[in-house]
């Protein structure tokens, strides 16, 4: 039986006219699902019974379960148990200018990044879109607020799950829905650019993030195997394409590893890189993990780095450090449930 909450307001619209029903049902379930966030068809009283009896008979409005919440000042970190066992988080992060949500797309990653934390458990498969609106939901549920955005750069590789993430954000960017502007949606990605050339034909103004972390393909061939596939020269490439089909700046998210890609050397080589782009770099100091020999930066090499791109003429800031006293590194929580 599929979930409700995998459908796009245009497929219910779809559904109802093959059974013969009004369109505008569709946005009477969007509506309860959503607005008044009710969980079984019987609560939605302006259906008819004869209506309520059939949604019920053919799908499903089953949600997956909070296992663990951990807590410190700006930060929620959530460890998700789906229905068939499997376990997912998301990291919620409270801004000044709102209350962001970090998503998983994935159980497990199989893009195999030396320094995450989720590439130590392999995927075991991609997560419905269902899961991804869920994860949402339940969040804000539990803070009784509204989340004012979203990143979608949890657990996985948002485009080795591309139908579904683009579900996903449909759902959440609908006034009918969760209703997040799509600038204030962020899909990240470690550079499949396949789906990046897809992405830039979707005509949607949500923003591309390049998990990059390297200025060469030396170093990026060292820690994300990826770049042996898709080779850092293409990668720039197709986002020159793409910044100039979509006219939208792109984020470079660059992690500082310790003595691996964070000398001056390395900043003037990713300055080279990218000058001219329409991109910002965005600095993030490492969460390390027990489990990984990566170190982070120190404060002072992170601020040298920042320093020398600023006089190269790239925008560039530093991220916030988030959750450093709880396990908020990707995976950092699932890790420790599944290998107990």
Known sequence: ??????????DLEDYFLSIGEKKF?????????????????????????????????????????IKTIQK???????????LDGNYIEAV??????????CVSSQ????????????????????????????????IESDIKERIDSVVI????????????????????????????????????????????????L???????????????????????????AYSLVELIEVLKEYISKTNRRVTIEYVMLNNVNDSIDNAMELAKLLRGMNVYVNLIPYNETSNLEFKKSSKDTVMKFYDALKKQGIN??????????IDAACGQLRAKEVIK
């Open 153 to 200: 750069m949890g657990i996985g590789e948002p485009f080795d799950n591309y139908n579904n993430v683009m579900n996903f954000i449909r759902i959440i960017n609908s006034p009918y829905g969760i209703n997040i502007g799509a600038r204030h949606i962020t899909v990240s990605t470690c550079g499949l650019i396949p789906k990046i050339k897809d992405f830039m």
């Open 202 to 228: 979707e005509n949607i103004q949500v923003n591309l993030a390049i998990s990059l972390h390297a200025p060469n393909d030396f170093i990026r061939n060292s820690i994300m195997p990826v770049n042996k």
């Open 92 to 101: 919620l992060m409270r801004h000044d200018y709102g209350i962001s949500v």
């Open 72 to 82: 410190s000042d700006l930060t929620n970190k959530y460890l998700f148990q789906l």
């Open 25 to 65: 049902k569709a946005k009477q379930i969007y509506d309860w699902l959503y607005v008044k966030r009710v969980r079984s068809f019987y609560d939605m009283t302006n259906i008819k019974k004869e209506l309520q009896d059939k949604l019920s008979s053919q799908f499903s409005m089953e949600f997956i379960k």
């Open 107 to 138: 159980v497990g990653c199989n893009m195999g990044c030396k320094f995450c934390e989720s590439g130590r458990l392999k995927k075991v498969r991609n997560l419905e879109t269902y899961e991804m609106v869920q994860e949402i939901l339940l």
């Open 316 to 325: 560039v800031t530093i991220r916030k450090e988030f959750g450093g006293n």
């Open 1 to 10: 039986m599929d979930n409700i909450y995998n459908y796009k307001i245009e």
